[in-house]
């Protein structure tokens, strides 16, 4: 019923439109046949009237030497134009359709061209004049006969006649009008209620869209019946591997992917409902649960359904997620924030590799308002100077010199004190801050190197991390070289720590970015080498110069059961390679020991000093320089002595 009144109403309103934009052009019409006929021929032919009169005044005027030949001659020009107007254009179109205007336009012209040089040849005083006016009179009598014959009764009468049969005309127009403005608006309703659906459904997989989930979520949450402990669960699932798929098999294979993603949720039993959120996120909604164990035993289904790999253009793809749940009302008694506290747990889910799987919990909250407030809090304390570098020594281990120093960002806030560098880091590629933060740090550190050198301080170079969203989505090369040429340092003096993560997961920005920066005199470091997945052949392409192993391989090397053959084969890989290798995260004796003895050229870590401020390295330095004067003069035994592990 209600689609039929839509219907009606819908035909009421183009009927009318339709109506009012008839009478408006048949009144149009009828406007422009009396007017256009009568005042525009009227006018039309009495300046034509009126131009030979004073053209036959002119010659009356010469005949009689009271003008001269000039102005004869200017009238005759005037009458040629007004001729010449007549005969062309869209507005002279109505006086060209009388009947007899063509003919008495082309005889005025035949007449003009004929006397035209008499015309021009007269004098004052001079007889010809007065034939000229013999010979042009009946012209001037032809013309007044046009006139008077144009605006007769008989003419109006006729005009009057085409008026009313362009009203029949108009009436079939109008019928035609009508019929086809009701079909248009059927087209109409029908195209509105296939952009209807569309509107609530992803067009790459067919599932429901997120405008749509929200509805049911909403009905969903209306339908429960108060004080009966229904409860409802909520599952945001994030793929983990759909980037590699992305850019390794092409947007092509990425779409292939995921609609088989989704044809596999698809199959959850009912009452489940599966929508897609958008890029590769989708949400489940379990209308009715008993508790966190039905959870799991969907999420095990959910587990079985991608147990079989996905086949894109010949290859074989597992499908890697991560899945948060929130369960309606205990985490939350309104649908936004119900799917609010399902991200916080998938979010926290991906920390894990593989598909995995996390419920929410009041602390994911805690942390997301700590996320909230410190982003807010990051770009101000950028602009009022609470953000501070510190820098930790990177020493030979031979020689126990400081070779370089690695800037560190130190950050204390007023609520939650300090905040650690990759906390500050994750904050600033999460709140679009990455590129203010990087040349911030990279410009501080250089800056506070050249007053190292100023001081005559040993000449050491400075390592600065760049954070994945500066390595990939900015001009690395371009800042880098305009903050040098700021600070007046040396490409040389400067180290930019990648970590594996960043260099691999970005082939194709690492060689068109590292080889310019080699270029210019920078070295390169490759940072947290043995967390992430860089192929060899991958290790080979990149124009690294130090390789930096993870700190967590350093700790493990006397814990039971490690093998130190896994960091000696990274050793061996990085001096095959050309590369300089350093070992984080150095804190026993041991550990350097250990390093020395596997051939590692520099260590770092707080056996041989904690980030410190600026000052504080000037001391280490002035202490390192008295150091190298004072062994000068011992011997090659007393050298070798010194080399014995001790803190720096």
């Known amino acids: 019923m209600y689609k039929i009144k839509i219907l009606l109403l819908s035909m009421t309103v183009a009927i009318f439109a339709i109506s009012s934009v008839v009478s408006s052009l048949r009144h149009h019409h009828v406007t422009e046949l009396i007017t256009g006929s009568m005042k525009a021929v009227n006018w039309a032919v009495s300046e034509l009237d009126r131009e030979l009169y004073q053209f036959m005044h002119s010659l009356q005027l010469v005949a009689l030497d009271f003008e001269g030949a000039a102005d004869v001659q200017l009238r005759f020009d005037i009458l040629w134009s007004r001729i010449d107007v007549l005969a062309v254009g869209e507005e002279n179109r109505m006086f060209r359709e009388r009947h007899g205007a063509v003919e008495l336009l082309e005889n ?69 009008l009508l019929l086809s403005g009701a079909m248009l608006i059927l087209l109409v309703i029908r195209e509105s209620r296939i952009n209807r659906r569309q509107a609530f459904r992803d067009p790459l997989t067919g599932l429901p869209n997120r405008a749509c989930f929200n509805g049911c979520l909403q009905d969903a949450i209306m339908s429960l019946e108060p004080g009966k402990n229904q409860q409802m669960a909520l599952y945001t699932l994030d793929l983990d591997n759909f980037k590699g798929v992305n850019d390794y098999l092409g947007h092509g294979a990425g779409d292939i992917f995921l609609k088989e993603v989704a044809r ?42 991608f147990d079989d790999e996905i086949e894109v253009d010949g290859h074989r793809q ?3 997620m991560s899945i948060g749940i929130s369960l309606y009302p205990q985490d939350a008694a309104e649908a936004e924030q119900l799917m609010s506290h399902a991200d916080t747990a998938m979010y926290t889910a991906k920390k894990t590799r593989g598909t995995s799987y996390c419920f929410f919990e009041p602390y994911m909250n805690e942390k997301a308002i700590r996320q909230r407030v410190l982003t807010d809090a990051l770009s101000q304390a950028l602009m009022r100077g609470e953000v501070r570098q510190v820098y930790q020594p990177i020493v030979c281990l031979q020689t126990r010199d400081i070779k370089l120093v690695e800037s560190l960002v130190r ?16 904050i600033a590629e999460k709140s679009g801050l990455a590129q203010t933060l990087n040349e911030w740090a990279l410009e501080q550190a250089c800056q506070q190197n050249v007053r190292w050198q100023q001081a005559g301080l040993p000449a050491i170079r400075v390592a600065v991390n760049i954070s994945p969203t500066m390595y990939s989505h900015c001009d690395l090369a371009e800042i880098v070289q305009r903050l040098l040429t700021k600070t007046g340092m040396s490409a040389n003096d ?60 350093i700790w493990k090397i006397h814990q039971s059961g490690y093998d130190i053959r896994f960091i000696r084969a990274i050793i061996t890989l990085a001096k095959g390679l050309g590369m300089r290798v350093v070992a984080e995260g150095i804190e026993q004796q041991a550990q350097y020991a250990e390093m020395f003895a596997e051939g590692c050229d520099y260590g770092q870590g707080f056996l041989f000093s904690r980030p410190v401020s600026g000052e504080e390295m ?5 202490h390192m320089q008295q150091q190298r004067v004072g062994s000068s003069s011992l011997s090659a035994s007393e050298r070798l002595a010194e080399t014995l592990p001790t803190s720096v």
Request: a negative charge; aromatic letters at 10%; one cysteine or more.
């Open 108 to 176: 005025l012209k035949h007449e003009l061209e004929r006397f035209e040089p008499e015309v021009f040849a007269l004098t004052g005083g001079d007889p010809a004049a007065e034939r000229l006016m013999r010979e042009f009179a009946p012209i001037q009598k032809q013309v007044r006969e046009f006139y008077v014959n144009n605006f007769s009764i008989k003419s109006t009468r006729d005009n009057l006649t085409r008026i009313f049969d362009a009203h029949t005309g108009e009436d079939y127009y109008l019928y035609g």
């Open 264 to 305: 596999r949720l698809s199959e959850l039993p009912a009452p489940c409902k599966v929508a897609r959120l958008g890029g590769d996120e989708f949400i489940i909604l379990q209308p009715a649960v008993q508790g966190r164990g039905e959870c799991l035993q969907l999420i095990e289904r959910i587990k079985q359904q």
């Open 318 to 320: 597992f499908a890697q």
């Open 411 to 426: 950050w204390h806030h007023d609520i939650y004190g300090d905040i650690s560098p990759a906390e500050v880091i994750d």
């Open 494 to 553: 400067l180290v930019l720590e990648v970590t594996e993560d960043t260099a691999s997961h970005d082939i194709e920005n690492s060689a068109n970015v590292l080889p310019k920066l080699r270029e210019m005199g920078v070295e390169l470091a490759l940072d947290d080498f043995g967390t992430g997945y860089s192929s060899l052949s991958h290790l080979q392409e990149m124009p690294f110069q130090i390789l930096k192993i993870d700190k967590s391989f």
């Open 618 to 622: 000037v001391v280490k330095l002035s």
